[in-house]
Nanobody, 122 residues
């Protein structure tokens, strides 16, 4: 099972940008889909943000982030990135990456990182 480590979270202002990284070890991101999910404060469940399939050619993004967030793979570095632009207050959450089968639901992913906090403020 692949091990995932997220990084790049932190504080940003409304309208600002952050780039999250999901570094994989013990396996290759080119062999599996990677999804980004987030858990806002007070929410019990993770919500879908974006996903990319094993080839890197098929991507899906939630409507709330479409046009602002971009997911992409760097197979040489074995890292998946989530570029977040135009941040809004409602993007505040703990962000997790998961590895598994492509899709917008958490149950299709069987390996998870520990999460990275993103806080958006004015």
């Amino acid at each position: 099972q692949v091990t995932l480590v997220e990084s790049g979270g932190g504080s940003a202002q409304v309208g600002g940008s952050l780039r999250l990284s999901c570094a994989a070890s013990g396996g290759f991101i080119s062999d599996r889909a990677i999804g980004w999910f987030r858990q806002p404060p007070g929410m019990a469940e993770r919500e879908f943000v974006a996903a990319v399939d094993s080839s890197g050619g098929i991507k899906q993004a939630a409507g709330s982030v479409k046009g602002r967030f971009t997911i992409f793979k760097d197979n040489k570095k074995n890292i998946v990135y989530l570029q977040m632009n135009g941040l809004k207050f409602e993007d505040t959450a703990v962000y997790y990456c998961g590895a598994g089968s492509f899709g917008p639901t958490p149950h299709t992913y069987n390996s998870w990182g520990q999460g990275t906090q993103v806080t958006v403020s004015s």
